[in-house]
T-cell receptor, first 112, second 111 residues
Framework: DGGITQSPKYLFRKEGQNVTLSCEQNLNHDAMYWYRQDPGQGLRLIYYSQIVNDFQKGDIAEGYSVSREKKESFPLTVTSAQKNPTAFYLC???????????FGPGTRLTVL | QKEVEQNSGPLSVPEGAIASLNCTYSDRGSQSFFWYRQYSGKSPELIMFIYSNGDKEDGRFTAQLNKASQYVSLLIRDSQPSDSATYLCAAASGGSYIPTFGRGTSLIVHP
């Protein structure tokens, strides 16, 4: 089956901890994206990558980091510098450019 | 600042009626427009995309684009309770290639 997988589905973090959210796709898409969604809010772009070994900050990159060492993988690290990380995190991919984005199932992160 | 505006709703329609969801965008350079459906607690799934002015139909769904008015709409015919969800509108321009999402409109279809 082709698609985008995210793990874990639920994640709990203690104050001061870094956590890494996984995103993998087997759609052979060049572009990958990370969004954050808070209740009643739209999607806010954290980071995006249009090609391997290159990525760009989105609107709310502070407190987050990413890597793109493989075409299939785009992990997101939520660092302790992110003051309010509790949210629903969505990974997406697209062939590139203006093409349709397809979303993974999401990871719900809660800070204890 | 590129913006995509949607009425948050909720929009409540009876089963079998036509639901009309609207979206306006600020960037005149926007070229691609998308409608996603998001059930509570789930990720968005693509319903329709449209690039050209006019209407595009897919089953019970029709997307309408008017670039002169910077307006996109989604019509859902014969609405079903299973259509109850939040509908997200997104617009992407040739400049950034990154879509801007609206906050979504909540649709409730009651039996």
């Amino acid at each position: 089956d082709g698609g985008i997988t995210q793990s874990p589905k639920y994640l709990f973090r203690k104050e001061g901890q870094n956590v890494t959210l996984s995103c993998e796709q087997n759609l052979n898409h060049d572009a990958m994206y990370w969004y954050r969604q808070d209740p009643g809010q739209g999607l806010r772009l954290i980071y995006y990558s249009q090609i391997v070994n290159d990525f760009q900050k989105g609107d709310i990159a502070e407190g987050y980091s990413v890597s793109r060492e493989k075409k299939e993988s785009f992990p997101l690290t939520v660092t302790s510098a992110q003051k309010n990380p509790t949210a629903f995190y969505l990974c997406a991919s697209s062939i590139g450019g203006l093409d349709t984005q397809y979303f993974g199932p999401g990871t719900r992160l809660t800070v204890l | 600042q590129k913006e995509v505006e949607q009425n948050s709703g909720p929009l409540s329609v009876p089963e079998g009626a036509i639901a009309s969801l609207n979206c306006t965008y600020s960037d005149r350079g926007s070229q691609s427009f998308f409608w996603y459906r998001q059930y509570s607690g789930k990720s968005p799934e693509l319903i329709m995309f449209i690039y050209s002015n006019g209407d595009k139909e897919d089953g019970r769904f029709t997307a309408q684009l008017n670039k002169a008015s910077q307006y996109v709409s989604l019509l859902i015919r014969d609405s079903q309770p299973s259509d109850s969800a939040t509908y997200l509108c997104a617009a992407a321009s040739g400049g950034s290639y990154i879509p801007t999402f609206g906050r979504g409109t909540s649709l409730i279809v009651h039996p």
